[in-house]
């Protein structure tokens, strides 16, 4: 369907140095040190794009298979927490959603809640990681 593409330069020594990232459409470009991914530094990192990603294609993917089943939603809000731990190592991802869908019973939007984090495709590309999913239906 698609090939989307990135690139990262990384300037200098692990804990000196620093890097940028730009994504290949130029819609974000930022830069990032260790400090950022590792203390808590102002600023973005690899772990809050993979969120940001997954939080992105969560809401889409649901949206899809509510549509698919005939519900049409109202609003569909994901956060994604990715945990990073010693290793480095991604260890969790946390999706918390909330999602206003009229006519939609609760079983039948978890059932398609849980499809959604099984099957859109940065889930699918996270395989390795330990997905959690907290999903809530609101009217």
Aim: aromatic residues 6%; contains cysteine; glycine residues 6%.
């Amino acid at each position: 369907m698609s090939v989307r593409s990135a690139e990262a330069i990384w300037q200098g020594t692990l804990k000196e140095g620093a890097g940028t990232f730009k994504t290949g459409s130029g819609v974000l470009q930022a830069p990032y040190t260790h400090k950022m991914r590792f203390e808590d530094a102002p600023g973005t990192n690899p772990e809050e794009l993979i969120a940001a990603a997954h939080s992105a294609c969560y809401s889409m993917f649901l949206s899809a298979q509510l549509t698919n089943a005939g519900f049409t939603p109202t609003r569909i809000q994901t956060t994604a927490k990715v945990h990073l731990e010693a290793g480095p190592t991604i260890t969790l991802i946390e999706l918390d959603n909330e999602s206003e869908v009229p006519g939609v019973d609760e079983a039948k939007f978890q059932e398609l809640a849980q499809v959604s984090k099984e099957k859109c495709p940065i889930s699918k590309a996270l395989a390795s990681v330990e997905i959690r999913l907290n999903a809530k239906l609101v009217k």
